[in-house]
């Protein structure tokens, strides 16, 4: 496979739908060059024709080792050094303590271990100094979520994982860092609220000092700001796209008023 028109190359993991094919989207119209590695072949496979050249769908199960070599092949071969990495699949399979150890590994695999294989695998590829690498992380990786187990814990690995591998990368001038969205419109609280965006407002607003959802572009925004050379001097840390949640607690937007002696 030959050259596919010039500027920046990025892998996006989980780039075929919600919020992941919201930053495909972005970052296409940034002028990259965009691989998106997914399972779910229909949606990938439209959203680069939708693109164009400068797209393609590599399909990718990020817990099968041999899926992770050839998309990072096929990625350099197509269109050559990788500038960015997005990692935003996800498994969403949890169940708490009912939880089996396929259950935790198929979470893990995909969530934590398959971000950090597909990093190791393309390695070799990625453009120093000036790669970036970007793990979409979550607020449910910072405080405690009855009934969820499996996710929040993944997903608190994925930010020290992003961490670590800064530090790692730092003398090759690759910067690592993770962003943590807060309740954002996308297919999974599309299918919550039955595609109700006023009542998702209204309810889940609750948690967010904006007293709204998120939308995916604005995600999208902050991952493109990570890689770009405004965030030049950023790496190792995890931005929070969350409107607010993470800097409120139990008292939320209420004003408390001194009670009278």
């Given amino acids: 496979m030959g050259m596919m028109g010039t500027g920046p190359t990025a892998i996006v993991t989980g780039g075929a739908t919600s919020i992941g094919a919201e930053i495909v989207r972005s970052f296409a119209a940034a002028g990259y060059r965009v691989a998106i590695a997914d399972i779910a072949r229909a949606e990938g496979e439209a959203l680069a024709g939708s693109i164009g050249p400068q797209a393609c769908f590599l399909a990718t199960d990020l817990a099968v080792d041999d899926d992770i070599a050839r998309c990072v092949s096929k ?26 150890r396929s259950d935790w590994r198929r979470s893990l695999d995909v969530n934590l271990v398959g971000a950090a294989l597909l990093v190791r695998e393309a390695r070799p590829h990625l453009l120093t100094p000036g790669a970036s690498i970007v793990f979409i992380g979550s607020i449910s990786a910072k405080i405690g979520q009855p009934g969820r187990w499996l996710y929040p814990a993944g997903k608190a690995a994925l930010l020290q994982l992003a961490r670590s591998m800064a530090l790692d990368f730092a003398p090759s001038g690759i910067r690592v860092n993770s962003l943590s969205p807060g309740k954002t419109w996308s297919a999974p609280l599309q299918r919550k609220h039955e595609n109700n965006r006023p009542r998702a407002d209204a309810i889940e607003g609750e948690f967010h000092a904006l007293g709204r959802l998120g939308d995916a572009i604005e995600i ?42």
């Fill in 75 to 100: 990625t350099v071969a197509t269109f050559g050094k990788i500038s960015v990495i997005i990692h935003a699949a996800c498994s969403y399979v949890d169940g708490g303590v009912a939880a089996s």
């Fill in 220 to 261: 999208a925004r902050a991952a493109l700001f990570l890689c770009s050379d405004g965030a030049s001097f950023i790496t190792g840390t995890d931005l929070a796209v969350d409107g607010g949640y993470s800097a409120m607690g139990p008292e939320r937007m209420q004003v408390q008023n001194p009670r009278a002696s």
